[in-house]
């Protein structure tokens, strides 16, 4: 294996990794499965590089509420962040390892900001040599070419990179996964965070129950010139299958009685526990989003009826996904502009997460999976002179904090409080 030197520490290896024993993700055939059809969609679209400030970070997530710019929350998101996984890394790794981050990214503005905000933080709250034990990595979910990194990672302190030549998943344009890309590999313990920029980019596979052959079936989707049909098979490829057993450990009752017409199950976030086990076998997640809401059926019935005709919006991309959970077999994927994305649905993710993490951790025992709100987060991990103003009167004190910081802080507490971003953590 060929060594990477992208710092002082870790020590990083590149490797060639065939995910399901050297068959591609996706085959380039006139079939492939929905969630394929999804990603292949998908990535001419979601590595985001437009300014982390425009309007753009905004968009409707198909049930009519937007999701919420994190800068909101900043500075006390990060700062809450930054103290989480000190505290972490100083019960179960310190002196012997280092604080390995690494930030999976498709929006590289954002994940830049929170770097540095990160990063600045620890700056003025460490000393050199606990300072210097901090390694900061961005990850791309896939190839983003041509970054001027000195430009980006100038102004922030410390040891931070960002991998621009390697990814996590990478573009296979031949029919075997081999000799693709070199994939990122480390021993030691790795913190992954993941913001609001990935869970809903993640493929799902669409399943439906037949009763009249009483089994599943997975959707596939058929290119026929300019036209694209689905159709279904009762043989489950193997991540369609791998991720019914994590998710449902074989228990398939609730889709035949509850989900006939079709379910989406999250494929590619099995996809991406596999590499991660691969690449980082020592890690622990933090992933924040805004997750899956149920709408009132009714009301949705009605929206439903309003929409029918319309040309589909930007982003307005659950639209599409209920047009294609329906009996129409015609879709049709050119006419996005935009990616397509999913709400997470955080309990599912969970319930995977419980299943899958901390077998091969050098622990040795499962680590549990937590789903907290924003504003619970923020409350256990937020600087106690935030809730007692009056710790921080002096201000003479050695890192005391100015009123008006405080007061910003204290006003970021109450808002995030009523935040409806989940944050699942283990």
């Known amino acids: 294996m060929n060594k990477v030197v992208m710092g002082k520490r870790p020590r990083l290896q590149t490797l060639t990794y065939r995910l399901n024993s050297g068959q591609s993700r996706w085959q380039h055939t006139d079939s492939m499965a929905f969630r394929d059809r999804i990603e292949l969609h998908n990535r001419k679209y979601i590595m985001k590089r437009h300014n982390f400030f425009s309007k753009q970070d905004s968009i409707s997530n198909g049930h009519g509420i937007p999701h919420e710019n994190l800068l909101t929350y900043d500075p006390i998101l990060t700062q809450c962040i930054a103290r989480w996984l000190w505290l972490n890394y100083k019960i179960t790794d310190y002196p012997y390892y280092d604080l390995n981050i690494f930030n999976i990214f498709t929006n590289l503005p954002q994940s830049i900001y929170f770097m540095k905000q990160i990063m600045q933080y620890f700056h003025e709250i460490l000393p050199f040599e606990s300072f210097d034990k901090i390694n900061y990595y961005l990850f791309p979910l896939y190839k983003c070419n041509h970054i001027n990194k000195k430009s980006l990672l100038d102004n922030i302190p410390g040891n931070v990179h960002i991998m621009e030549d390697t990814t996590l998943f990478p573009i296979n344009n031949n029919t075997n996964y081999i000799e693709q890309s070199n994939n990122m590999y480390i021993n030691d313990p790795v913190q992954i965070l993941m913001f609001n920029d990935i869970l809903g980019k993640l493929s799902h596979d669409m399943i439906r129950y037949n009763p009249k052959k009483q089994s599943l079936e997975q959707c596939y989707i058929e290119k026929n010139g300019n036209i694209e049909t689905k159709r279904y098979e009762s043989q489950l490829d193997y991540w369609c299958e791998l991720t019914l057993k994590q998710l449902y450990n074989n228990g398939y009752d609730n889709i035949r009685k509850n989900q006939m017409n079709g379910v989406y199950i999250p494929t590619q976030f099995i996809q991406l526990l596999e590499q991660l086990k691969f690449n980082a076998p020592d890690h622990r997640l933090f992933i924040i989003d ?137």
Request: hydrophobic fraction near 30%; include cysteine; proline fraction near 5%.
């Open 290 to 426: 805004s997750p899956k809401v149920v709408a009132n059926p009714i009301i949705q019935r009605l929206k439903n009826i309003f929409k029918r005709g319309q040309n589909f919006k930007s982003n307005d991309t659950m639209e599409w996904a209920n047009k294609a959970n329906t009996n129409d077999p015609n879709i049709s994927l050119d006419r996005m502009q935009s990616y397509i994305s999913f709400n997470p649905d955080f309990q599912q993710l969970e319930t995977i997460l419980n299943r899958v993490e901390g077998n091969d951790t050098r622990h040795g025992f499962l680590q549990p999976c937590e789903i907290e709100t924003l504003g619970n987060f923020c409350d256990k991990w937020v600087d106690g002179k935030i809730k007692k103003p009056s710790l921080s009167s002096n201000h003479e004190e050695e890192h005391s904090i100015p009123r008006e910081v405080l007061d910003k802080l204290s006003l970021q507490l109450s808002i995030a409080n009523k935040s409806s971003l989940n944050i699942l953590h283990s």
